[in-house]
């Protein structure tokens, strides 16, 4: 089936710690892949994509890898500051109009 | 700017009154959207149009219409709203590249359903 499965929250780190949202997908055929950040009270935006295999997407220190053999598209970044502090989805397209989301990971980081 | 405007941005109404939330996108974009969120189940997609006058169902369409007479307004109606619509709704439009263009998202409508 398609589906996208990602960590479940809420995960809290400190300031500076290392950040790992895990995401797998199924598909048949390649998706695209895209990371989706929604901070308090606002809408998502896109935080980054890849488009085909071995892809790095990479946005304000955020990076994700598109793993063709792990069916995986992990969201990592070195270290995190409090205004880091949102909900993190992980999508895919279907075909060309649909999307499937993650359940979201929500993500509060200490001062 | 780019945006994607959604009305109202929350909204309390009863069981069974028509109501509409309406959806707006200035960047001439032809693929729009309509998603709800709810606590561990992510964004689900409602509706989506590929254009003016061409609408397809998502996910989860029970209980939801949709219209696209123009490229920048895709309105949400719900005609007999229930409890189980109770959700945080978005609308999203995409730019004209295909599937892996990014989706640009309203601000969202916290719709409760008494």
């Known amino acids: 089936g398609n589906s996208v499965t990602q960590m479940e929250g809420p995960v809290t780190l400190s300031e500076e710690a290392f950040l790992t949202i895990n995401c797998t997908y199924t598909a048949t055929g390649y998706p695209s892949l895209f990371w989706y950040v929604q901070y308090p009270g606002e809408g998502l935006q896109l935080l980054l994509k890849a488009t085909k295999a071995d892809d790095k997407g990479s946005n304000k220190g955020f990076e994700a890898t598109y793993r063709k053999e792990t069916t995986s598209f992990h969201l990592e970044k070195g270290s995190v500051q409090v205004s880091d502090s949102a909900v993190y989805f992980c999508?895919?397209?279907?075909?060309?109009?649909?999307?499937?989301f993650g359940t979201g990971t929500r993500l509060k980081v200490l001062a | 700017e780019a945006q994607v405007t959604q009305n109202p941005r929350y909204l309390i109404t009863v069981t069974g009154k028509k109501l509409t939330v309406t959806c707006s996108q200035n960047?001439?974009?032809?693929?729009m959207s309509w998603y709800r969120q709810d606590p561990g189940l992510g964004l689900r997609q409602i509706y989506y149009?590929?254009?003016?006058?061409?609408?397809d169902k998502g996910d989860v369409p029970e209980g939801y219409k949709v219209s696209r007479k123009e490229k920048r307004n895709f309105p949400l109606i719900l005609e007999s709203p229930s409890p189980n619509q109770t959700s945080l709704y978005f609308c999203a439009s995409r730019g004209n590249g295909g599937f892996g263009e990014k989706l640009f998202f309203g601000s969202g409508t916290q719709l409760s359903v008494l």
């Open positions: 149009s590929m254009n003016v006058e061409v609408t």
């Open positions: 960047m001439n974009h032809e693929y």
């Open positions: 999508a895919r397209n279907s075909g060309t109009y649909k999307y499937i």
